[in-house]
């Protein structure tokens, strides 16, 4: 394989960004402010309260471990697990709560951390997500698809909620642990 070559300086800002914007009490992470949480379109702030969802937390822990971080060792990674687990994915389309950029980045980032975080986190994940997969109509279009009503639904329509699901259910199967076998 070829080496990929950078300076490892490059991520000195990342570094920085993600440990600014994370309250080092909670370990949830903010979006322009330390630990204020997920930013929302506008228009859709009451429809998808900020309590429902720790998007910019799964970010920062992902991004944590990725710049070398041990989620067995990190506070701010086991707090933002905590947080994670505590909104675990639910599809409800009345409450407020399905949050598919969420549940990506956490899904990413809770398979990292392993353990019990990742075991209450894949239950959770697997009953929305699986569950709520289009299966009701022959249209092709829709067919295997989840509809798009989550806060970047409007924006992003079927596709990327598609996308967003899909590439939860692969997480097991495409990604190793950075630092080795799951806890």
């Given at each position: 394989p070829a080496s990929l070559q950078y300076d490892e300086?490059?991520?000195?800002?990342?570094?920085?960004?993600?440990?600014?914007?994370?309250?080092?009490?909670?370990?949830?992470?903010?979006?322009?402010?330390?630990?204020?949480?997920?930013?929302?379109?506008?228009?859709?702030?009451?429809?998808?309260?900020?309590?429902?969802?720790?998007?910019?937390?799964?970010v920062g822990m992902l991004a944590r471990i990725f710049l070398g971080e041990n989620p067995k060792t990190s506070e701010p990674i086991k707090k933002g697990a905590e947080l994670c687990a505590k909104v675990a994915p639910k599809w409800d389309p009345n409450d407020g709560s399905i949050d598919m950029y969420y549940w990506y980045y956490a899904t990413l980032a809770m398979y990292q951390v392993g353990?019990?975080?990742?075991?209450?986190w894949e239950k959770a994940m697997k009953g929305a997500i699986i569950d709520t997969q289009r299966k009701d109509t022959d249209y092709c279009m829709y067919k295997g698809s989840w509809d798009p009503i989550d806060p970047w639904g409007p924006d992003g329509g079927r596709v990327y909620s598609t996308a967003c699901l899909a590439l939860c259910l692969e997480v097991w199967y495409r990604y190793d642990k950075v630092f080795g076998a799951a806890g």
């Open positions: 300086e490059a991520f000195d800002g990342i570094r920085a960004w993600v440990e600014k914007m994370t309250d080092p009490d909670y370990g949830r992470v903010g979006y322009q402010q330390r630990g204020t949480g997920p930013a929302r379109p506008t228009e859709l702030v009451d429809k998808f309260p900020a309590d429902k969802s720790e998007s910019m937390t799964g353990g019990q975080p990742w075991a209450t």
